[in-house]
Each structure stands twice: as structure tokens, then as C-alpha cells.
């Protein structure tokens, strides 16, 4: 099936190298494009694309108040967002992932990791550009106690090898290779570790995995 997909950017150059990128691909159509935060927003919420792909710095509105209002907690039929953005600061990746984003993309990280991104979100997974994945977790979980965030149950072996996996930012099927199981056992334990760990997505699952990391890595 294909992956509809909206492209909000102020740039219109910008717009049209990534819909390029993205149309290249068999898998993947862009059925909308936004000038500005407040016209994507009105057009995801038309269209319900299967993924929107946001800038940091728009008019109006700019992406993590899109992504808010999108994806956001509270939201009660949430799209998937994925932020891209030229801008590698650690408060935007931290704003976007708390306001409900499936993914933080560097522009500059190249086609292959934007597409890896779009098709990630689509398929419920959170991709983060691997050159802030682990800075962007050190700091996203600094100012957490980790009492506050200890699982309300226990985590099985297995449990945690999937979560700390994410936490290193392995995507699904990444799990599955790494530990030699099937796809759908890997969605299985994170449906598990959610309800246990008491978050709602797999950024906040990474979080925890960093939080109670062992002293050598998550």
C-alpha cells in the first residue's frame, strides 16, 4: 500500500527536493503540501495523511505546536509526524518527541534516512537521527527521577532487551535481526511494555531503558 504523506515546509525549494526524494520511492505518494504551520494543520486534519513531515521554523505556526496539535497528548485520533528540520538542537528534538512526534530528521542526513523515517512512522515506529539519538536521550531523561519512572510492573528479560534495543534506536524489524525473532513478537513485547512501563510511545520507552540503564550503556 502506498504511504500518503504531507510536506510542511516555508520553503518551497526545500518542498519540492523532499518530494522528490519521497515520490522517487514506489511505496510513498505526497498528497498535500504546507507553506506554513497553520495550513498544515488544517490539511492534515482534511486529508488524514499517513505520515506529515514538518519543519521546525514555520509562520504561524511553527512544528512543535503542529506537532502538538496533531499528535500530541489529549489528541484523541493522533496522526504521525515526523520533524525535520536543518536546526540539531537538543530543545526541539526534546519539544517535538514530548509533543507526540514518531520521529526528529536532520535535513542533512541524507534521502535514505528520510525515507527509513517516513516509513518508520507509517509503520509505528519513532526514528531519530543517529547522530543525536543517544545525546538527545542522555538529556531528555537528566532532569527524571528515576524512582518516578520505574515500571508499575516488572519488565521480563526479554521485555528489556527490546527496550533497551530501542533506546540504542533500533527500529523493529532491526530488533527482530538483533534478537532473532519475528516481527510481530517485537510489536508483541512493546505492546507489553507499554501498559507496564505506564508511557505512550517508544520515545518514552527509550527514556525509561536510559533511565535504568546499566553503567555500561541502556
Given at each position: 500500500?502506498?504511504?500518503?504523506?504531507?510536506?510542511?515546509?516555508?520553503?518551497?525549494?526545500?518542498?519540492?527536493?523532499?518530494?522528490?526524494?519521497?515520490?522517487?520511492?514506489?511505496?510513498?505518494?505526497?498528497?498535500?503540501?504546507?507553506?506554513?504551520?497553520?495550513?498544515?494543520?488544517?490539511?492534515?486534519?482534511?486529508?488524514?495523511?499517513?505520515?506529515?513531515?514538518?519543519?521546525?521554523?514555520?509562520?504561524?505556526?511553527?512544528?512543535?505546536?503542529?506537532?502538538r496539535?496533531?499528535?500530541?497528548?489529549?489528541?484523541?485520533?493522533?496522526?504521525?509526524?515526523?520533524?525535520?528540520?536543518?536546526?540539531?538542537l537538543?530543545?526541539?528534538?526534546?519539544?517535538?518527541?514530548?509533543?507526540?512526534?514518531?520521529?526528529?530528521?536532520?535535513?542533512?542526513?541524507?534521502?535514505?534516512?528520510?525515507?527509513?523515517?517516513?516509513?518508520?512512522?507509517?509503520?509505528?515506529?519513532?526514528?531519530?537521527?543517529?547522530?543525536?539519538?543517544?545525546?538527545?536521550?542522555?538529556?531528555?531523561?537528566?532532569?527524571?527521577?528515576?524512582?518516578?519512572r520505574?515500571?508499575?510492573?516488572?519488565?521480563?528479560?526479554?521485555?528489556?532487551e527490546?527496550?533497551?534495543?530501542?533506546?540504542?534506536?533500533?527500529?523493529?524489524?532491526?530488533?527482530?535481526?538483533?534478537?532473532?525473532?519475528?516481527?510481530?513478537?517485537?510489536?508483541?513485547?512493546?505492546?507489553?511494555?507499554?501498559?507496564?512501563?505506564?508511557?505512550?510511545?517508544r520515545?518514552?520507552?527509550?527514556a525509561?531503558?536510559w533511565?535504568?540503564?546499566?553503567?555500561?550503556?541502556?
Amino acid at each position: 500500500m502506498t504511504i500518503r504523506v504531507l510536506l510542511a515546509d516555508d520553503q518551497s525549494m526545500v518542498r519540492r527536493g523532499l518530494r522528490l526524494i519521497l515520490e522517487d520511492q514506489p511505496d510513498i505518494s505526497v498528497v498535500a503540501e504546507a507553506a506554513d504551520g497553520a495550513e498544515a494543520v488544517f490539511l492534515a486534519r482534511r486529508l488524514r495523511p499517513d505520515v506529515c513531515l514538518v519543519d521546525v521554523r514555520m509562520p504561524r505556526l511553527n512544528g512543535i505546536e503542529v506537532t502538538r496539535l496533531l499528535a500530541g497528548p489529549g489528541v484523541a485520533d493522533p496522526l504521525r509526524v515526523v520533524v525535520v528540520t536543518t536546526f540539531d538542537l537538543d530543545e526541539y528534538v526534546h519539544d517535538a518527541l514530548r509533543g507526540g512526534a514518531a520521529g526528529f530528521v536532520l535535513k542533512d542526513a541524507g534521502p535514505v534516512l528520510l525515507v527509513e523515517a517516513v516509513r518508520a512512522a507509517d509503520a509505528g515506529d519513532a526514528l531519530v537521527s543517529p547522530s543525536v539519538t543517544q545525546r538527545l536521550l542522555r538529556r531528555f531523561t537528566a532532569a527524571a527521577a528515576p524512582s518516578a519512572r520505574g515500571p508499575g510492573r516488572p519488565l521480563s528479560e526479554r521485555e528489556t532487551e527490546v527496550a533497551r534495543a530501542i533506546a540504542r534506536g533500533l527500529t523493529n524489524h532491526e530488533i527482530a535481526a538483533e534478537l532473532f525473532i519475528s516481527l510481530s513478537t517485537v510489536k508483541g513485547h512493546i505492546s507489553g511494555i507499554l501498559p507496564k512501563l505506564g508511557v505512550r510511545n517508544r520515545v518514552e520507552i527509550a527514556a525509561w531503558a536510559w533511565e535504568n540503564r546499566e553503567p555500561d550503556g541502556p
